[in-house]
């Protein structure tokens, strides 16, 4: 959750010159002295006390005025947020297919949501599913997932995807990305952090099942990485030890990428019903040496056989990250 912080006298000062490029970076298209956005206030003030607002409220702010949708949809409102520290967290849900129901953030201090525009739908591919979502910056990244094209043959093959979307907090608008080496859905995704500025996604593992189908589907090993800056994927020669799909990641400080749960090969019951081989155990890789090692199953035989939905809550100043897991209507 967000930290408060209190500024000396001088720092404070220091901070507010930083918005003084505003007038450069706000109105592109006239003068910021035409559009005051709080009358009797210099737009410079304005802005840092516009950053100071929960996000939350935002969109039901922009209809005020022109200025007052300007501001609160420029890029440089958000890095003076970022500047004061006034970063929040969301819980982004999407109920189903992102093209054809809105989705929405809630934000937990606030108890309020704001519901987020459709993504940009394709004319022959329909309802996606497995689809997984990362935040970077003040971006919203939905990859992959798994989806039916009424193209294909036979129809009822679910097919993965490689596609991603990103969707501009700012301004609430999607932009098509990069799409990924390889199609996938239900994998491992993370973004990493680094102290340099330079914000890396991760995904590892994934396969082709659909929801509406229990079972079945490919699985991979394959991990790759996008860079968000220069909107480019890359392959990586270390791939998972096994096939995993239905897995969950998230990064433990910035060297260490880990991959948990999933399901491998299919086997069958009695020859007729296939049955899948869930994964008690995980397996983390460390950036700097290039390895791969297990890590312990996360439970005994016969305590549980699948994981279950995981949210990963990030430290601050250094802590570790909270891994919690929920089980129906239980929160591990």
Known sequence: MEKKTEFLPAEAEKKAAISLKASSTAWPDGDPSLDLIIPGLPNDLAFLCLAFLPFSHYN??????????????????FDLRREWRRTEEFLCVFPSDPSLST??????????????????????????????????GSSLFVLGGSFFDARSYPLGVPLPSSAVFSLSLPDFSWQPRSPMLNGRAGFACATRPSADGRTCIF????????????????????????????????AMDEQLPDVRAGCVGFFLGEDEFWVMGGYGDCRTVSGVFPVDDYYR???????????????????????????????VVEGECGE?????????STIF
């Open 103 to 136: 989705g929405a953030l809630f934000d937990p201090r606030f108890l309020l949501w704001s519901l987020l525009p459709p993504m940009p739908c394709h004319p022959h591919r329909f309802d996606l599913s497995n689809f997984v979502c990362a935040s970077a």
């Open 203 to 234: 995904v590892a593992g994934g396969g082709s099942r659909h929801l509406e189908l229990g079972v079945g589907g490919l699985r991979i090993g394959a991990v790759e990485w996008y860079d968000v800056e220069k909107d480019e994927w890359f």
């Open 320 to 328: 570790a990250p909270e891994i919690f897991m929920l089980e129906e």
């Open 281 to 311: 155990d995980g397996a983390v890789l460390g950036l700097k040496r290039g390895q791969w090692r297990s890590i312990e199953p996360m439970w005994e035989e016969g305590e549980r056989w699948r994981l279950g939905s995981i949210v």
């Open 60 to 77: 039901r702010l922009k209809p005020t005025s022109k200025a007052w949708r300007s501001a609160l949809s420029s890029k440089f409102l």
